[in-house]
């Protein structure tokens, strides 16, 4: 695949607990793992100090590991990309592959311990490259059981859906784990089928089970696979329990429709990363849209749950409490990312905190014990006049404490770019051909521009918080796109070919099927301004910005000479540390960066081997030990495919004593 596609074109690409209080700072020589995706405290954030910013600029290479496993899509698998945030244990690092290996290195030298295969037959894309976003980690309470033949398991799903444990000291399965250390994932799931039911991200494991979710295709039909959260005891791998996002009243309705099946097909489904507090018992989900995204005139309430943050109890799958990002999603606004969670002085009066990020580049800080927000949320009015047989809310939800992030909330001519003034008017003339009121303009029969385009603003990256300064950290798409719907005569007698930058999808079963492309110039740049991606500090004791700053250049997706510091299309989040630094890849331009948090400087860059669409991890596995960054690096749908986990540290002292 051609590493010049344009910008908005790379953009389209993308497709993706502890409860404890605010981490403190390591004690100097302490070693801290990375036991969760999402890091210990689910924020993203490393309480390491080892590498500052007054010498982040020795950082150089310690070790990489390449296991081989990616694809452009011309052979036996479909294209891969490596998003991958390993874990760490004691002084092992695990990691899988988009193949669905797995391997366990020493955390030190990645030197390969095990590897397993779980011989993955699933293997053509679809629409969607091939992930494995990560793995979980689980260890027995009692010291016997733990020091026993798998009282530490890995566990993980693959793209056959099924859910894996393994040993994690000798990458053997459990065999009393399902059928030999497997469980099917499609068992009472209708629809199931190959490359369209499967998880993507890594289960969330609390009380002893493992909590799991799936993807399915966007758009493609009305009757997916049911979305049903499903609890697995780590142990014997029998459900402990699941919780469908249907509600009642629902139920109700379309029982008899259901047949013989256990689960309604078309809700809400849970691809993103999980999250969970052991304290409150809670596992925080969150929700994608009902099937199809973009039409939502018959779903007669199956979305009522849907583009949420829900709260689940780890011991019974009941709903504790929901919080609605957007009402009656049309737009594919699902919420990408893990629900990520704080606990600061004077931020919410000190309450136990969730921050969920959304696409729309809203935030919004809840309470995690009741889902109340800690700060106003306004209704407001939103645009209405759908298509013929649409049904619309009158308004969406508005965070005021940060208020939105991702500006400006309505494209006029006046905003208009590209790479030179004729690109400008050109973007001006495109513009005025499409409904275009601001965020949550309808899906149209004209065409409507929709800002930011569905990978966001915020994806599944997520976003970091650092407790100790109160920042929270996150990175930005900034592309428009054009969502035009096709009644469904028409668009049948299209017969159109799949594939980007022009996108169509069926939306079978529904009156609509739907046309979809970038807002872009005849040159290849995003017609919306820059910086078409950014980087951004928020203070979360004001609510206010605190710096915001262009995230990668156009290197790589444009022609020489237009090779700017516009900022670029990123995939993959953002790793704070106690020292004052926020790594990040993510961007098309092949770097790795790291920023100082206080002022978004720029003060360090590594020039990487393929794209770092992944979010980093820090770790020092022993007393004395050096600090380390590693990041996976693998391309994505806009960059050449690859496999490069690589680990940066400061120089090893040669006298035996600690870094400097």
């Known amino acids: 695949m051609s590493r010049r596609r344009s910008l908005a074109v790379a953009a389209l690409a993308l497709g993706l607990a502890t409860g404890c209080l605010a981490a403190r700072e390591s004690a100097p020589g302490a070693s801290t793992g990375w036991p969760n995706y999402g890091g210990r405290d689910v924020s993203q954030y490393s309480p390491l100090t080892d590498i500052t910013p007054a010498n982040v600029g020795q950082l150089e290479l310690a070790w990489q590991h ?33 193949f669905g290996r797995v391997f366990a ?16 037959q699933n293997r053509r894309s679809g629409v969607y490259p091939a992930v494995c976003r990560g793995v979980a980690l689980w260890q027995a309470s009692d010291p016997e059981e733990a020091a026993g033949s798998c009282g530490k398991r890995i566990l993980y799903g693959t793209r056959d859906a099924e859910l894996i444990a393994l040993d994690a000291t000798t990458g053997l399965p459990c065999a009393a784990f399902g059928n030999n250390g497997r469980v099917s994932l499609r068992e009472d799931i209708s629809g199931g089928e190959p490359l369209v039911y499967y998880p993507t991200s890594p289960p969330w494991v609390q009380n002893d089970v493992a909590v799991i979710g799936a993807l399915v295709p966007d758009n493609e039909r009305k009757d997916v696979p049911s979305g049903v959260v ?113 606990q600061i002085p004077d931020v919410g009066a000190g309450r136990a905190g969730l921050a969920q990020a959304t696409k729309m580049g809203h935030v919004f800080l809840l309470d995690r014990e009741t889902g109340a927000p800690l700060y106003p949320v306004e209704e407001r009015p939103v645009p209405g006049n759908g298509v013929p047989g649409e049904t619309l809310s009158p308004t969406q ?88 719907l096709i009644p469904r005569a028409e668009y049948d007698a299209l017969n159109p070919e799949p594939g980007y930058p022009l996108e169509h999808y069926e939306m079978a079963g529904s009156p609509y099927g739907v046309r979809r492309f970038p807002l872009m110039s005849p040159l290849g740049a995003p017609c919306n301004p820059r910086p078409w991606g950014s980087l951004t500090a928020v203070d979360l004791r004001t609510g206010e910005t605190v710096w915001t700053r262009s995230l990668g250049n156009t290197r790589g997706q444009a022609p020489w000479p237009f090779w700017f510091d516009a900022g670029s299309p990123n995939a993959g989040g953002p790793l704070t540390t106690a020292s004052g630094l926020v790594f990040i890849a993510a961007t098309t331009d092949s770097r790795f960066r790291a920023f100082a948090s206080a002022t978004g400087e720029l003060l360090w860059e590594h020039a990487l081997p393929y794209t770092g669409n992944a979010t980093p991890l820090s770790y020092r596995t022993r007393p004395q030990g050096r600090q380390f960054v590693v990041l996976a690096a693998g391309g994505h749908g806009w960059s050449e495919a690859g496999d490069a986990l690589l680990a940066f540290s400061l120089p090893a002292p040669t006298d035996g004593s600690s870094p400097p």
Not at 418 to 439: H, P, Q, T
Request: proline content about 9%; charged content about 20%; some cysteine.
């Open 397 to 484: 939800p508005f965070p005021t404490h940060p208020p939105p992030l991702h500006l400006p909330e309505r494209l006029g001519p006046e905003h208009m770019d590209g790479f030179v003034w004729l690109d400008k008017l050109a973007c001006r003339r495109e513009l005025a051909k499409y409904r275009n009121e601001g965020m949550f303009t309808p899906p149209s029969l004209e065409g409507s521009v929709l800002y930011p385009s569905t990978t966001g603003g915020i994806n599944w990256g997520g976003i970091s918080i650092d407790p100790e300064r109160g920042l929270l950290i996150v990175n930005q798409m900034h592309l428009a796109s054009v969502v035009q």
């Open 230 to 342: 499903r609890a697995f005891d780590v142990r014997s791998g029998e459900l402990a329990w699941a919780w469908e996002p249907v509600p009642e009243d629902y139920r109700e309705r379309h029982r008899d429709s259901l047949g013989n099946a256990r689960y309604h097909m078309g809700s809400p489904n849970v691809w993103a990363p999980i999250a969970g507090d052991p304290a409150q018992g809670l596992v925080y989900v969150p929700t994608g849209n009902p099937a199809p995204d973009l039409f939502a005139g018959e779903r007669d309430g199956i979305d009522t749950y849907g583009s949420s943050v829900v709260a689940l109890d780890d011991r019974s799958g009941e709903l504790r409490w929901y919080f609605q990002t957007v009402h009656h999603d049309v737009w594919d606004y699902d919420v990408a990312s893990q629900p990520t969670l704080f």
């Open 66 to 98: 390449r296991s081989g496993d990616f694809s452009d899509g011309s052979g036996d698998w479909g294209l891969t990309s490596f998003q991958v945030t390993p874990l760490v244990d004691d002084d092992t690092l695990y990691y899988c592959t988009p």
């Open 105 to 120: 290195l020493n955390a030190e030298t990645g030197a390969e311990r095990w590897q397993f295969d779980p011989q993955v």
